[in-house]
């Protein structure tokens, strides 16, 4: 088990996180505007999530873009969150294209409210971490809890 340093305190890993563009199905059934190659993003609104003191194009979406062989892409407009739910919710509603965030839209793909474009995801730099106070490590209900947690996050998707 490896462990990460959050706050001072251990993390526990709990899963990692990979990236792919989603979208709207009703986004990629518009004749008008393709959405079959990474290239094709440029005709889009990529829809971000606002990173304080950056400028441009934002970082996940760069690597994203560079992984696919699409780094000069420039979209046709870009949406800026302050919240990543607000991005997603954004993308269901059919304004663009985010970055989805593998799990966290996992559930969306399957009821379809969301499809993914292109084949392939990612790998992010994130990963999701189970952090419990060291004051409240030894309360029979924070181990419950802590041992349920990390069962869920074993469970297949």
């Known amino acids: 088990v490896r462990y990460a340093r959050i706050g001072g305190s251990e993390g526990t890993p709990m899963f990692e996180e990979s990236v792919q563009p989603v979208c709207a199905p009703a986004l990629l059934a518009r004749g008008a505007v393709p959405l079959r190659t990474p290239a094709d993003l440029r005709a889009h609104t990529l829809l971000q999530v606002a990173t304080p003191g950056a400028n441009g194009m934002p ?85 419950a809890l802590a041992a349920w947690l990390l069962a869920q996050a074993r469970l297949p998707a």
């Open 59 to 143: 970082i996940e979406w760069q690597s994203w873009l560079q992984a696919a062989g699409a780094g000069g892409v420039e979209p046709a407009a870009m949406l800026t969150f302050t919240h990543y739910d607000n991005a997603v919710a954004a993308a269901v509603d059919g304004q663009g294209v985010v970055l989805g965030r593998r799990p966290l839209v996992d559930r969306l793909l399957r009821q379809r409210k969301l499809v993914a474009p292109f084949h392939g995801q990612t790998s992010s730099a994130r990963g999701y971490f189970l952090v419990v106070e060291p004051a409240a490590a030894h309360k029979p209900a924070v181990q």
